[in-house]
């Protein structure tokens, strides 16, 4: 039976389990980890998240509003298609946003580790690549949340709808960023970029 091993839990991202022999896939890069600090993690998920809710908010009622002045649409697919094309608008309209948040959150969190010499630049890439994938399925999330939600409540006027919708926007995303963080998701994203960057350096020498 194929043993798997947890690996150590002192970095900034918690890598879930590898499976020894499997090197390509799974093997921890030699490149170090920045040190934890649970207070600038909250900090960068809050920001993220208040983002992300907003924007979300702001994409599903401008695609509900679209859906709604359309009336061939609105005849043609009823009020499924409405919440249909307001859902999947809101989701991929906060995804574009959110992403280039996270990503520039998290290239000026991994320059300054950089510079203190925490971490080098294989693993700052790393880093930043698990936050702009975990910004963009944060953001597909709230989207997708905060359309469901709008849609809902668009009968008690855009601007309740607007509220609620931040409101699921903000609770979508850090359920996201949270379930990521727990299962491994960003630690294997992290680890993977660098180890592959570590191989391009050590090819090049």
């Not at 697919?77 to 992403?99: E, F, N, P, Q, R």
């Not at 000026?108 to 880093?127: E, K, P, T």
Request: charged fraction near 10%; avoid cysteine; proline fraction near 3%.
């Amino acid at each position: 039976m194929t043993q798997v091993s947890a690996m150590p839990g002192n970095a900034w991202y918690h890598p879930g389990t590898y499976i020894p022999g499997y090197n390509n896939l799974t093997s921890a890069p030699e490149s170090p980890q920045a040190p934890e600090n649970p207070t600038l993690d909250k900090i960068q998920l809050t920001i993220n998240a208040l983002y992300a809710g907003k924007a979300a908010s702001m994409s599903g009622v401008s695609s509900l509003i679209q859906r709604q002045n359309v009336d061939v649409r609105l005849a043609n697919h009823g009020s499924s298609g409405v919440t249909a094309g307001t859902t999947m608008g809101a989701a991929i309209g906060t995804a574009k946003k959110t992403l280039l948040v996270a990503g520039g959150l998290s290239v000026l969190r991994n320059v300054s580790h950089l510079a203190q010499g925490d971490i080098n630049l294989a693993r700052a890439s790393g880093n930043i690549s698990a936050d702009i994938a975990t910004g963009t399925l944060g953001g597909l999330a709230a989207g997708a949340a905060s359309g469901i939600v709008v849609n809902g409540s668009s009968n008690a006027g855009r601007l309740l709808a607007g509220g609620l919708g931040s409101v699921a926007g903000v609770i979508g995303y850090v359920a996201v960023d949270v379930l990521l963080d727990k299962t491994g998701f960003k630690g294997f994203i992290s680890d993977k970029i660098t180890s592959l960057l570590e191989g391009g350096q050590t090819a090049a020498y």
